[in-house]
């Protein structure tokens, strides 16, 4: 797929995102780094639940040489999932196999937003609220209702205002946001 996102945007964005996290302690103490540790079954191949794999951004894989010895790839039809119309072509998943001990300055978008998702109102204004994905964990996060450090609501939202210029992720947030019937809203400008 085309992205109209160059490599040094997602570059800044990792950068910018680097500086920033949900809560000012590591919230991997609080649930045993849920997140990262869900995809760990000896019944999958390796050990990994293929399922809960990451979706890269496109573009996003521009970071990545796809040696990095932590992450195994697959590179699928965006076609055969659940994406907009507009999503064709490749699309890059990665499982990460050192969880919860990957290369911070590495993690993939999905891992930095998490526990926020973007939303697009009727009006098309930008907003930030918990992720609605379907989980096979329950993170304290979200469960709790966890107060977030304003500097991770602030870049998280910085950065999605950015990507939403993208079409083809433009595409996708208004699309998931379509399916919503109710939000709470975590942050707004
Ligand atoms: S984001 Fe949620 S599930 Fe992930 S480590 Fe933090 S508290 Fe746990
Ligand atoms: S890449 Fe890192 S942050 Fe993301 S799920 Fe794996 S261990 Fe967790």
């Given at each position: 797929m085309k992205s109209t996102i160059?490599?040094?945007?997602?570059?800044a964005i990792y950068r910018l995102l680097d500086?920033?996290?949900p809560l000012s302690e590591d919230c991997g103490t609080l649930c045993q780094a849920a997140c990262c540790t869900c995809g760990g079954d000896?019944?999958?191949e390796n050990g990994l639940d293929f399922d809960m794999g990451i979706y890269l951004l496109p573009g996003e894989e521009k970071l990545f040489t796809r040696k990095e010895t932590w992450l195994k790839w697959s590179v699928e039809n965006?076609?055969?999932y659940d994406f907009p119309d507009s999503w064709y072509g490749k699309i890059y998943f990665v499982r990460c196999n050192c969880a919860p001990h990957c290369p911070r300055e590495?993690?993939?978008l999905q891992c930095r937003f998490f526990p926020l998702a973007?939303?697009?109102t009727d009006e098309?204004?930008?907003v930030l609220i918990h992720s609605d994905a379907e989980l096979p964990y329950t993170c304290p996060l979200i469960s709790k209702n966890v107060e977030l450090t304003p500097s991770f609501l602030k870049a998280t939202y910085t950065v999605w205002k950015r990507l939403i210029q993208d079409p083809l992720i433009y595409d996708l947030v208004k699309w998931d946001?379509?399916?919503r019937e109710e939000i709470s809203i975590m942050y707004q400008k």
């Open positions: 160059k490599r040094k945007t997602y570059a500086r920033v996290s000896s019944s999958t965006a076609e055969d590495k993690r993939p973007p939303h697009l098309d204004e930008l946001s379509c399916i």
